[in-house]
């Protein structure tokens, strides 16, 4: 599989663009990323989180390790005697008995082993650093979807309390045209239901609070600072959507394989692979060992100095590295088709999450610049109308049911964009919570 190997510049999801008699000015920080508060929190999350500081452990440990894979075998050290007659014990009896005899054996791999079983530690130490910034990047974009939940479900709640506000408007206008005998009491009781229908509402966006704050402690280990969260309802693409322009597909594939994470892990596995199967190749080539023994004879005999070299002989290796040999192949074939399979699939996210931020800019410019001017100002109308017996008072609940609606699909919609850049960034490889 040949990589992707244009490396240029991608700063949120903007073109690249070169003046010509100045350097480039830095590209505009997407505005959803500059909400009160995210930066602090998503800090807290990646200081806290104890599964990425077990992956922080597990780097130093990989690190750790390839000194020793590239080290020598430990040395043998022998102490003993040697030709002692078993009838008297008598050490200066016999020539041929020698005390104390001394053997170091030392056991040298071929050459190339120990660079191969070192570079096999390099790889599992990049690809363990790697394995780190993957999640890093999933918990930064878990921790903006916490975090754009928590500032939803707030605004909900403070746009349900507006509602309130109106609800008990009605219901007092509404008793005041009863008691001059110009509205049925059937317009009283409207209004009190939707008042009481209204409180239970409340309770529901009650609990989607507690909850939405319980993930987003959950994912810092438990509670600490409150979490500022901006009111989602009169920000819109001014504040959440401006400085962030949809991103150029072609820009955004060629950053796709050397930015993303989990694709840097995938072909890091690809290149581990191979050098496990180097090491598999080459495991039949025999090892030497090299022994030095060294006698002391009693009687003023002369002592002896032996010197053996030994090699291994693999008259196993059809049996042994042959198929370990095969079966490294293999691995890295499966690597190498996993890196495959996860480009195709990363490729379609991106243009899924491409497509979903446009999607979602486009609603929320609608609703914030067409539909809430629209519902507010048939909300005013009927309640005006109303006051003078010109509607139904029906259409007077059903126009303020509008405004809440709209105001509450508004502050998803922002939360929705809010959570899809943060994806978008882990996709690209913004660490933009630095």
């Known amino acids: 599989m ?14 690249l663009t070169v003046a010509l008699a100045a350097p480039p000015a830095a590209p505009a920080q997407p505005a959803a990323f500059d909400a009160p508060g995210l930066r602090a929190y998503v800090r807290q999350v990646l200081a ?7 992956t922080d452990a597990r780097v130093g440990a990989a690190a750790e390790l390839i000194a020793p894979a590239g080290a020598l075998p430990d040395p043998t050290l022998s102490l003993g005697v040697m030709s002692v007659p078993v009838t008297s014990f008598d050490l200066d009896r016999e020539p041929m008995t020698q005390v104390p005899i001394i053997a170091l ?22 690809l363990a650093q790697t394995s780190h910034e993957v999640l890093e990047a999933a918990l930064a974009a878990a921790a903006a979807r916490a975090y754009y939940d928590l500032a939803s479900a ?35 009781l409207r209004a009190r239901l939707r008042r009481a229908e209204l409180e239970e509402e409340g309770d529901a966006l009650e609990a989607a609070l507690v909850a939405a704050a319980a993930r987003a402690d959950a994912l810092r280990a438990g509670t600490g600072d409150s979490i500022p969260a901006p009111p989602l309802v009169g920000l819109g693409r001014r504040a959440v959507i401006s400085p962030d322009p949809a991103p150029p597909a072609d820009s955004a594939l060629r950053e796709l394989d050397v930015r993303n994470p989990r694709l840097r892990e995938a072909w890091q596995e690809v290149e581990r692979a191979d050098l496990q199967a180097r090491v598999a190749a080459i495991a039949a080539r025999p090892d030497f060992t090299v022994s030095l023994q060294n006698g002391v004879r009693l009687g003023g005999r002369e002592p002896f100095v032996s010197v053996t070299v030994g090699i291994a002989v693999p008259v196993w290796a059809s049996h042994k590295q042959s198929p370990a040999a095969r079966a490294a192949l293999l691995d890295t074939e499966a690597a190498r088709e996993r890196y495959s399979d996860l480009t195709a699939r990363l490729e379609g996210e991106l243009a899924a999450e491409s497509a979903e931020l446009r999607a979602l800019a486009a609603r929320i410019d609608l609703t914030e610049n ?3 001017p629209l519902a507010d100002g048939a909300a005013a109308s009927a309640l005006a109308r109303y006051r003078v017996g010109g509607v139904e008072f029906t259409a007077v609940l059903d126009t303020q049911d509008d405004v809440f609606r709209a105001e509450l699909r508004l502050a998803r919609l922002v939360a929705d964009y809010g959570a899809a850049r943060a994806r978008l960034a882990a996709l690209l490889g913004e660490e933009w919570y630095r």
Not at 2 to 15: D, E, F, T
Not at 161 to 188: N, W
């Open 2 to 15: 040949k990589r992707l190997v244009n490396h240029w510049p991608l700063a949120g999801v903007a073109v």
């Open 48 to 54: 806290r989180n104890a599964g990425l500081r077990a």
């Open 105 to 126: 054996q030392q056991r040298f791999p071929f050459p190339g082993k120990q660079l191969a079983f070192a570079g096999v530690a390099r790889a599992e130490s990049t």
């Open 154 to 188: 707030r605004t909900a709640l403070a746009i349900w309390r507006g509602r309130v506000t109106l609800a008990e408007q009605a219901i007092a206008v509404s008793r005041v045209r009863y008691e001059t005998g110009s509205a049925p009491q059937t317009d009283l």
């Open 370 to 372: 067409e539909i809430l």
